[in-house]
C-alpha cells in the first residue's frame, strides 16, 4: 500500500473539510509511527516501521493512517488549526468514531476479535470486575441513602456520618445515591457510571447511557453530551469559511481584550485611591 492508496482510504471512511496530503518518510523512528503537521496538513507516516520479514503490516499502517487523519478533521473543526495539547476528548472521539466507520467498511481489521484468548478475558473483565464492581457501587448508594434517612430520625448530620464515621469523600458518597436513584445500568463500569451520575439532565443521561451500552467509547459520548466539536465534522469547510471563522474569532478576542484593559484601568484608578 503506498501514499496515494492511503488517502483513497481515508477519505472512502470520511471525507477532508480542507485538502492534506499523505506523505511515507521513508524511515524508521524509534519515537512514533506517525505525525501530523498543521501549518502544511501533512501526514507524515514512518512506514519502515510496520515492515517484517521483508511484508509491510498494512493494517497497522492504517491505523497509524487514521490516527493522523483524525488530528487533520480535528484541526478542520477548529479552523485548521490545532492547540499545544492535541491528544483531548475531542480528538479521541473522532479518532473513535474514524475507527468505527472503518471497521464497518471492511477497511480496518479489529485486530481485538483476532484473538479467542483476549475476547474471553475481556468478557470476564467486563462481567466479573466491571458490572460486578459497578452493582455493588450502586447496592453502597441504596445503603446509604438509608443511613441519610437514619440520621434525620436521630437529628445528626449525614455529612457528618460520611466525614467522621464512614470516612469516604461526601462526593463519592453522594455519587454512589445518585447512581441508585438513576437506576444506572452497571454494565458501564464504576467509571462511567460517576460521569453519568454527573450528568443533570434526563434525557441526557439516558442517551449517554445507551450509548455506551452500545458500544460508543467513553470520549465519543463525553463530546457529543458536552456539546463540544462534533465526533465528526458536520459539513466540509471550504477554504473561504475557515477565513470568516477566524475573522470572527479575531473580532471577539479584541473585544475581550478592550475590555480586559477597560477593567485594567478600572482597578489601576482604584489602587491609586487607596
Excluded at 439516558?206 to 456539546?227: C, W
Excluded at 475590555?259 to 484608578?269: C, F, G, K, Q, V
Aim: aromatic residues 6%.
Amino acid at each position: 500500500m503506498n501514499q496515494d492508496q492511503v488517502k483513497e482510504l481515508l477519505l472512502s471512511i470520511e471525507d477532508a473539510p480542507l485538502e492534506f496530503q499523505v506523505i511515507f518518510s521513508g524511515k524508521k523512528s524509534a519515537k512514533v509511527n506517525g505525525l501530523y503537521k498543521p501549518d502544511t496538513r501533512e501526514i507524515i507516516i514512518h512506514n519502515r516501521n510496520f515492515k517484517s520479514d521483508g511484508r509491510q503490516d498494512d493494517n497497522l499502517l492504517l491505523y497509524t493512517a487514521i490516527h493522523e487523519y483524525a488530528h487533520h478533521l480535528h484541526a478542520c473543526s477548529r479552523g485548521g488549526k490545532l492547540s499545544a495539547r492535541s491528544h483531548t476528548t475531542e480528538f479521541w472521539a473522532i479518532f473513535h468514531a474514524l475507527l468505527e466507520k472503518a471497521e464497518a467498511k471492511d477497511l480496518y481489521r479489529n485486530v481485538f476479535a483476532d484473538s479467542p484468548e483476549l475476547e474471553k478475558l475481556t468478557e470476564k473483565i467486563r462481567g466479573k470486575y466491571l458490572a460486578e464492581n459497578g452493582k455493588l457501587l450502586k447496592e453502597l448508594g441504596e445503603q446509604l441513602l438509608k443511613a441519610h434517612e437514619l440520621c434525620g430520625v436521630i437529628g445528626a448530620r449525614f455529612e457528618d456520618y460520611v466525614d467522621r464515621i464512614l470516612r469516604i469523600p461526601r462526593v463519592a458518597a453522594n455519587m454512589a445515591i445518585k447512581m441508585f436513584q438513576y437506576d444506572l445500568d452497571p454494565q458501564v463500569g464504576p467509571d462511567n457510571m460517576r460521569f453519568l451520575a454527573g450528568i443533570r439532565s434526563e434525557d441526557d443521561r439516558v442517551a449517554a447511557e445507551k450509548a455506551l451500552v452500545g458500544g460508543k467509547s467513553p470520549d465519543m459520548v463525553k463530546t457529543a453530551i458536552k456539546g463540544g466539536v462534533p465526533v465528526l465534522p458536520a459539513k466540509p469547510l471550504r477554504e473561504g469559511d475557515v477565513k470568516a471563522r477566524l475573522e470572527k474569532e479575531k473580532i471577539r478576542l479584541e473585544r475581550t481584550i478592550a475590555n480586559l484593559s477597560r477593567r485594567l484601568d478600572e482597578i489601576e484608578r482604584e489602587l491609586e485611591e487607596l
